[in-house]
């Protein structure tokens, strides 16, 4: 789980990214092709082709940090929107989720055990 504290935006790039990619090279998608600030302090989060792999990129005030998530089944829910380059704003909420391999668009909300015990 990942905390994102008050007055951070999280940025998630369409489509998807070369994941062999590190700090700089997503540092260099995030000031050419997302056009935002790298070193601002917000969470800039990149997926894989494959969808099960998940990068996030941040500026910690100090240094680049870059968090990485492998599924080992499933996919990172990810939206599809033809003809825009560029990225979406995520709530923290809808983050966590989607960093836990959560469809943070259309969550299930209430679970209940199908069996007690």
């Not at 000031?31 to 790298?38: F, I, V």
């Not at 005030?61 to 033809?82: E, I």
């Amino acid at each position: 789980m990942m905390i994102v504290p008050a007055g951070v935006k999280v940025h998630l790039a369409l489509g998807y990214t070369d994941m062999r990619k590190g700090l700089d090279g997503l540092a260099m998608l995030v000031q050419q092709t997302l056009k935002h600030d790298p070193f601002s302090g917000h969470l800039f989060a990149f997926r894989g082709k494959k969808a099960s792999m998940l990068k996030i990129l941040f500026w910690d005030g100090n240094g680049l940090c870059l968090f990485t998530k492998r599924l080992d089944q499933g996919s990172f829910a990810w939206p599809v929107m033809a003809g825009f380059d560029g990225s979406i704003m995520l709530t923290p909420a809808q983050l966590a989720m989607l960093i836990e391999g959560i469809d943070w668009r259309a969550p299930e909300r209430v679970w209940r055990p199908a069996l007690a015990g």
